[in-house]
């Protein structure tokens, strides 16, 4: 579903460009330096985090992990 939003969103982004006449190249290259600079910052930080909080993080991630199998799990035997 989340798929299916974003690509009804970049074709309502896509369309307003078209009707507004606007040039595409400043938009692409906006979102491609914000996108990029986020991307660095998340990992930089994803690295010192996980440095320092690294055996910690795992079980945390593992256990978020179970919650979400076990939920998707619930979900369909519910139906």
Known sequence: MLSIATSIDALAV???????????VLPCLLIGVVTAALTVVGMVGGASIGARLGKRMRIVGGV????IGAKILLEHLAV
């Open 14 to 24: 896509g369309l307003s460009f078209a009707m507004l006449e606007m040039p595409i």
């Open 64 to 67: 978020v992990l179970i919650g």
